[in-house]
């Protein structure tokens, strides 16, 4: 069959011939019906998907295996043919193929075939479809039989379920019951686990073996928490309740019980911790200082007990660092300086301030406190607003409070031993220092505060007798009779040099907080009891020397005493108020030796009695008619006048040049110098007037130096310019 599909579609003519041939179908052959389907089928399309699957149907049915028959053989046995159940010939595949002849068997027997083919497939059918129906009516019967079972078990639960109606209302009714009772019994479990404490937290709040621990204070914590819940709850509409009571009062009872162990705990620890210098705080330790505290009068009684320990301890650490030193005798022994005052009173007072910072450190961490960000040194401020810094403050004040008598007896003993003032001082400015310093740590009113006030009092009251009788023993030396020169004698030098050794101990002592007022305030009183001798000597015993010695000049050796003392003051800028007294001392002997100075360089010149007289002089008389005026006379003063300006007293005076200041000899000579000025100045402007009858007054002038001409002389000094 594939072979005839295969030549009907080679046979099928090209669409370029079928159109030429539809041309000439306009004949009246075209018309003719077996015409018209053979063009049909011819030019039917067998690309067509359905049409080439029935034609492979169709090639399947028909399929030969030998050579083909020819169409006469073939239509002769299609006729008399004999199929198999399949409708296929039982033959053909046994006799030789003819070509074509499957193709014109399958045209003539197509429908036979067919219906055939179709039979069979019924028959089939029809077969299997008995088989099914047998099965049916068995599977119906088994139905049948189990609707029977059915109906009976159903009868039988029916009957059942009448009986047990009864037993399952009640089994509901006992089951609601049951829910309500276990919903009641979470309610009542709930509100137990809620309200009350289980065995193990009571036994760690009230028993003696259980340890204070994270167990105990969590115990602790719900213990204080059912009771504020407890206590929120009686403060509803409803009032108070009796079981709320008992809560309260259970609560109350084992809150109790845990402050009453956790101070027992305390003490005992507190007893033990205090007994090592070195310690270090726990955090148990901590927790459990953190809750007595809210038992002020439980926390107060357990600090004594620390307290008292670690006075003790504090006590006999303090001696053995006295007397025996560190472990294996280092550090050395403190009393081993005692020959040293400076580092015997030092060691101790260091000790007890690192002490007293060991303390705080304790106490702060046993008061669960950071640092407050307070710089080294700086003023701790008690405001009273903390309650912790109020704890530590007493209970440092109580650990050292056996330590101050020890160190008082000990210091006030190396202080009344002293004979140098300077080492008095520096001992008495470093008791101020840890003084100062521990009031800032631990207040004014504690005890190692005030005792630290009283021994720097003693050694201050210790130094002032001092100093004061060095005062007095300066008042009391004699200067040397034979010692013609004008510096300040051995023993004001001696004197001032301790002086200066004080200020200088001061200076360094400063915090670089004070201002000056209270810098000068501080040294004020040293500087008048070891000043005002010093003034005093130098003025009494210079003129006592005075008048044993004419030819000693008294007023340039006061001068030189009172510069040397205000140059050892100049580089203290606390000294500034003793500075300005000494200056107006300075500048009261200034005016004196410049009044001398100008009487004895006018003397010297010669023209000090001229110029007095001009310059009292009344006009009821000239000045040429006086004795001392006359012309003669005047040329005569005129000319030593003269002669003097060319000496060496015009540019530094002998006398002067014994003041230990140049400046005050520059200062002295050039203001008696200028006062010089303007007397010559006044002689001649008396000499010039017409009253006083000079005959060529100008000419009698300019015969000497400096001629009449004060600017001339001015120049001549070194002054200014000044005016005729």
């Not at 079981?243 to 609560?251: C, E, K, P, Q, V």
């Given at each position: 069959?594939?072979?005839?599909?295969?030549?009907?579609?080679?046979?099928?003519?090209?669409?370029?011939?079928?159109?030429?041939?539809?041309k000439?179908?306009?004949?009246?052959q075209?018309r003719?019906?077996?015409?018209?389907?053979?063009?049909k089928?011819?030019?039917?399309n067998?690309?067509?998907?359905a049409?080439?699957e029935?034609?492979?149907t169709?090639?399947?049915?028909?399929?030969?295996?030998?050579?083909?028959?020819?169409?006469?053989?073939?239509?002769?046995d299609?006729?008399?043919?004999?199929?198999?159940?399949t409708?296929?010939?039982?033959?053909?595949?046994?006799?030789?193929a003819?070509?074509g002849?499957?193709?014109?068997?399958?045209?003539?027997?197509?429908?036979r075939?067919?219906?055939?083919?179709?039979?069979?497939?019924?028959?089939?059918?029809?077969?299997?479809?008995?088989?099914?129906?047998?099965?049916?009516?068995?599977?119906?019967?088994?139905?049948?039989?189990?609707?029977?079972?059915?109906?009976?078990?159903?009868?039988?639960?029916?009957l059942?379920?009448?009986?047990?109606?009864?037993?399952?209302?009640?089994?509901?009714?006992?089951?609601?019951?049951?829910?309500?009772?276990?919903?009641?019994?979470?309610i009542?479990?709930?509100?137990?686990?809620?309200?009350t404490?289980?065995?193990?937290?009571?036994?760690?709040?009230?028993?003696?073996?259980?340890?204070?621990?994270?167990?105990?204070?969590?115990?602790?914590?719900?213990?204080?928490?059912?009771?504020?819940?407890c206590?929120?709850?009686?403060?509803?509409e409803?009032?108070?309740?009796k079981?709320?009571?008992?809560?309260?009062?259970?609560?109350s009872?084992?809150?109790?019980?845990?402050?009453?162990?956790i101070?027992?705990?305390?003490?005992?620890?507190?007893?033990?911790?205090?007994?090592?210098?070195h310690?270090?705080?726990?955090?148990?330790?901590?927790?459990a200082?953190?809750?007595?505290?809210?038992?002020?009068e439980?926390?107060?009684?357990?600090?004594?007990?620390?307290?008292?320990?670690?006075?003790?301890?504090?006590?006999?650490?303090?001696?053995?660092?006295?007397?025996?030193?560190?472990?294996?005798?280092?550090?050395?022994?403190?009393?081993?300086?005692?020959?040293?005052?400076?580092?015997?009173?030092g060691?101790?007072?260091?000790w007890?301030h690192?002490?007293?910072?060991?303390?705080r450190?304790?106490?702060?961490?046993?008061?669960?406190?950071?640092?407050?960000?307070?710089m080294?040194?700086?003023?701790?401020?008690?405001?009273?607003?903390?309650?912790?810094?109020?704890?530590?403050?007493e209970?440092?004040?109580?650990?050292v409070a056996?330590?101050c008598?020890?160190l008082?007896v000990?210091?006030?003993q190396?202080?009344?031993?002293?004979?140098?003032?300077?080492?008095?001082?520096?001992?008495?400015?470093?008791?101020?220092f840890?003084?100062?310093?521990?009031?800032?740590?631990i207040?004014?009113?504690?005890?190692?505060?005030?005792?630290?006030?009283?021994?720097?009092d003693?050694a201050?009251?210790?130094?002032?007798?001092?100093?004061?009788?060095?005062?007095?023993?300066i008042?009391?030396?004699?200067?040397?009779?034979n010692?013609?020169s004008?510096?300040?004698?051995?023993?004001?030098?001696?004197?001032?040099?301790?002086?200066?050794?004080?200020?200088?101990?001061?200076?360094s002592s400063f915090l670089?907080?004070?201002?000056?007022?209270?810098?000068?305030?501080g040294?004020?009183?040293?500087?008048d009891?070891?000043?005002?001798?010093?003034i005093?000597?130098?003025?009494?015993?210079?003129?006592?020397?005075?008048?044993?010695?004419?030819?000693w000049?008294?007023?340039?050796?006061?001068?030189?005493?009172?510069?040397y003392?205000?140059?050892?003051?100049?580089?203290?800028?606390?000294t500034?108020?003793?500075?300005?007294a000494?200056?107006s001392?300075?500048?009261?002997?200034?005016?004196?030796?410049?009044?001398?100075?100008?009487m004895?360089?006018?003397?010297?010149?010669?023209?000090y009695?001229?110029?007095?007289?001009?310059?009292?002089?009344?006009?009821?008389?000239p000045?040429?008619?006086l004795?001392?005026?006359?012309?003669?006379?005047?040329?005569?003063?005129?000319?030593?006048?003269?002669?003097?300006?060319?000496g060496?007293?015009?540019?530094?005076?002998?006398?002067?040049?014994?003041?230990?200041?140049?400046?005050?000899?520059?200062?002295?000579?050039h203001?008696?110098l200028?006062?010089?000025?303007?007397?010559?100045q006044?002689i001649?402007?008396?000499?010039?007037?017409?009253?006083?009858?000079?005959?060529?007054a100008s000419?009698?002038?300019?015969?000497?130096?400096?001629?009449?001409?004060?600017?001339l002389?001015?120049?001549i000094?070194?002054?200014?310019e000044?005016?005729?």
């Open positions: 069959m594939k072979a005839s599909v295969s030549s009907i579609s080679h046979a099928a003519p090209s669409s370029s011939s079928l159109s030429s041939e539809r000439q179908s306009l004949t009246p075209s003719n019906p077996v015409s018209v389907r053979l063009y089928v011819l030019g039917s067998f690309e067509d998907e049409t080439r029935a034609l492979q169709l090639s399947d049915l028909y399929v030969t295996s030998g050579p083909s028959k020819s169409t006469e053989d073939t239509s002769t299609t006729e008399d043919a004999e199929y198999d159940d409708g296929r010939d039982k033959f053909k595949d046994s006799t030789p003819i070509p002849e499957s193709a014109a068997r399958a045209r003539r027997n197509l429908r075939d067919m219906e055939n083919r179709l039979t069979k497939g019924s028959q089939q059918f029809l077969n299997a479809f008995g088989e099914v129906d047998q099965k049916l009516d068995e599977l119906q019967q088994h139905i049948h039989a189990m609707h029977a079972s059915c109906d009976d078990a159903e009868r039988q639960l029916e059942t379920t009448a009986a047990s109606k009864t037993l399952l209302e009640r089994a509901g009714s006992l089951r609601e019951e049951r829910q309500e009772v276990e919903n009641k019994k979470s009542v479990t709930a509100f137990l686990t809620r309200f404490l289980n065995d193990e937290e009571v036994e760690a709040i009230t028993s003696r073996d259980e340890p204070v621990g994270e167990r105990f204070f969590a115990a602790m914590d719900k213990t204080e928490r059912i009771r504020d819940d206590r929120n709850l009686m403060s509803g409803d009032g108070p309740t079981a709320g009571l008992d809560i309260m009062a259970s609560m009872s084992n809150l109790e019980h845990g402050y009453e162990k101070f027992r705990w305390c003490s005992h620890e507190f007893r033990q911790m205090g007994r090592d210098i310690l270090e705080v726990s955090p148990v330790m901590r927790e200082v953190r809750r007595l505290r809210k038992r002020p439980l926390l107060t009684e357990a600090l004594t007990f620390l307290s008292q320990t670690r006075q003790a301890t504090l006590l006999s650490s303090f001696l053995t660092a006295l007397t025996r030193g560190g472990p294996s005798g280092l550090p050395r022994p403190i009393e081993l300086h005692a020959h040293d005052p400076m580092r015997y009173v060691d101790m007072l260091a007890v690192q002490a007293m910072a060991a303390e450190e304790l106490l702060e961490a046993l008061f669960g406190l950071m640092g407050d960000g307070r080294v040194g700086s003023v701790r401020v008690f405001d009273g607003k903390s309650e912790e810094e109020d704890w530590i403050r209970m440092m004040d109580l650990c056996k330590l008598v020890p008082k000990r210091v006030q190396t202080i009344r031993s002293q004979e140098s003032s300077i080492v008095s001082y520096k001992i008495a400015n470093l008791l101020q840890y003084m100062l310093t521990m009031r800032r740590t207040g004014a009113e504690a005890l190692l505060s005030k005792t630290l006030l009283e021994i720097t003693v201050y009251n210790v130094f002032y007798d001092s100093i004061s009788a060095q005062g007095r023993a008042l009391r030396v004699p200067l040397d009779m010692d013609p004008l510096t300040p004698p051995l023993a004001i030098l001696d004197h001032v040099q301790i002086l200066r050794e004080i200020m200088t101990v001061y200076q670089g907080e004070e201002d000056e007022s209270e810098q000068v305030a040294f004020q009183k040293i500087l009891i070891m000043i005002d001798p010093a005093e000597m130098c003025c009494s015993g210079s003129e006592e020397k005075r008048w044993l010695r004419p030819r000049d008294q007023p340039v050796y006061v001068l030189n005493c009172l510069s003392l205000q140059s050892m003051l100049e580089p203290f800028s606390f500034n108020e003793k500075q300005e000494i200056q001392l300075i500048e009261e002997r200034v005016s004196t030796l410049i009044d001398e100075h100008f004895n360089i006018m003397n010297d010149a010669g023209i009695q001229v110029a007095e007289i001009c310059t009292n002089h009344e006009l009821n008389e000045l040429s008619r004795p001392s005026m006359q012309p003669s006379e005047l040329q005569s003063a005129l000319r030593r006048f003269s002669d003097w300006l060319s060496v007293e015009v540019v530094q005076s002998a006398r002067l040049s014994q003041l230990a200041i140049q400046r005050l000899h520059t200062q002295i000579h203001a008696a200028e006062r010089m000025a303007r007397a010559y006044t001649c402007e008396e000499v010039k007037k017409p009253e006083n009858k000079y005959e060529a000419t009698l002038l300019g015969s000497e130096r400096p001629f009449g001409q004060v600017h002389l001015r120049q000094f070194g002054l200014g000044g005016t005729d």
